[in-house]
């Protein structure tokens, strides 16, 4: 080896071992935080309101935020989040429109949130379900709202018609024609809620559109989810799907039985909803989805949540087939793999609640076919 090349081998090696020597000596590189995983159940220690129980109504899940987040979704929709339910509101220079209105304790921090953002006065509500959190807010944000053209109906402006929702001093409200009867008293009874929360107008066809803030709007009623009155609301120049509670992005598929709700019902709102939706590239993007609590969602987050309800149910339902007891069926933990995102073991709707009524879904014994008629002597 000549001189030379040994005086670079010299010269490479003290230059290694100076970066060695540095590099011991160097502080450790700074720590980058990470976010921190909170469970489910720590958004939803709120515990029931007297007023929930003696209204009969589900109380709120989520503990309400000391500030509300609002944020751009896509095209002319924002999310406000943190107000029990998530709302979505459409801002337009036609008008303000607002998916679902909040619980109670949080309309006075929604109107300030849609005061911020909002060009022209609030002219529709649409409610996804009767649910108290997702409909605390209706009298209060219509009262500060306008109707739609002085001295005609809803369907003057492009709305889905009716008169009724044409109050001259305030927005409409619409929903399915099944909230509005768990809202007020269509056999006679004491009514739930104040006729101000009452929706001003309905539809009771499985699907129902309108123009409004300059693009197409379809209204989906889909039968027997959450409850028997939830809607999914379909704005279509944004491509933003509002899902109501057929989607509640941090917890299980909520069942209220009582009021028509079944797991069958939600996986058949999921499965259309995957099929409304249209990703923009590798499944991601495009399509929007707001739940009814928690992230928005792009459509393969809905295929998981689906996937998740469908997978847990034919789990349930083989437990059925070979003669399990509920408590058996406990003992499996066929939930184990997803209670790290959805699991809750406190709050309105624990896990154990969600395997309960499924397990009394697929259990339920097939009503009989009434007997044909005698043909008439």
């Known amino acids: 080896m000549t001189r030379s090349g040994q005086a670079l081998i010299a010269v490479l090696g003290a230059s290694l071992l100076v970066a060695a020597v540095a590099a011991q000596q160097a502080p450790p590189p700074a720590q980058i935080p990470q976010p921190i995983y909170r469970a489910p159940e720590d958004t939803r220690k709120t515990g029931v309101r007297p007023e929930d129980i003696k209204a009969g109504v589900r109380p709120d899940y989520v503990k309400l935020r000391e500030q509300l987040v609002t944020i751009p979704v896509q095209g002319k929709l924002h999310l406000i989040g943190g107000a029990g339910s998530n709302i979505a509101v459409q801002v337009s220079d036609e008008g303000t429109l607002i998916v679902d209105s909040g619980d109670t304790t ?134 933003v799907i509002v899902a109501g509670d057929i989607i509640a992005a941090d917890r299980y598929p909520y069942i209220d039985a009582t009021r028509g709700g079944s797991l069958q019902g939600v996986i058949n709102g999921l499965n259309q909803i995957v099929a409304m939706a249209v990703p923009e590239y590798n499944q991601q993007g495009g399509t929007r989805v707001i739940p009814g609590h928690g992230r928005v969602m792009n459509q393969s987050d809905v295929v998981e949540y689906r996937d998740m309800a469908t997978i847990i149910r034919d789990r349930i ?61």
Do not use: C
Request: glycine residues 12%.
């Open 106 to 239: 949080a309309t006075d921090k929604v109107l300030a949130e849609i005061n911020r953002i909002k060009v022209r006065q609030i002219r529709w509500i649409i409610n996804t379900s009767a649910d108290l959190d997702h409909t605390g807010g209706n009298a209060k944000i219509a009262k500060t709202g306008t109707a739609n053209a002085a001295g005609g109906g809803a369907a003057a402006n492009g709305g889905p018609g009716g008169a009724t929702a044409f109050n001259g001093d305030r927005a409409g409200i619409l929903a399915f024609q099944n909230t509005l009867n768990r809202m007020s008293a269509p056999t006679g009874k004491a009514a739930s809620r104040g006729v101000d929360d009452w929706p001003t107008d309905t539809f009771f066809t499985q699907r129902k559109n309108f123009w409004y803030g300059g693009e197409p709007i379809e209204m989906w009623n889909i039968a027997n989810a959450h409850t028997d009155g939830d809607i999914i609301i379909f704005f279509r120049k944004s491509d």
């Open 317 to 377: 339902a083989l437990g059925i087939r070979q003669g399990k007891t509920l408590e058996q069926i406990k003992a499996m933990r066929p939930t184990l793999d997803y209670d790290g995102n959805y699991g809750s073991t406190s709050g309105p709707w624990t896990t154990d609640m969600f395997l309960e009524e499924a397990y009394k879904e697929l259990s339920a014994k097939p009503a009989a076919p009434k007997p044909a008629a005698k043909p008439a002597q």
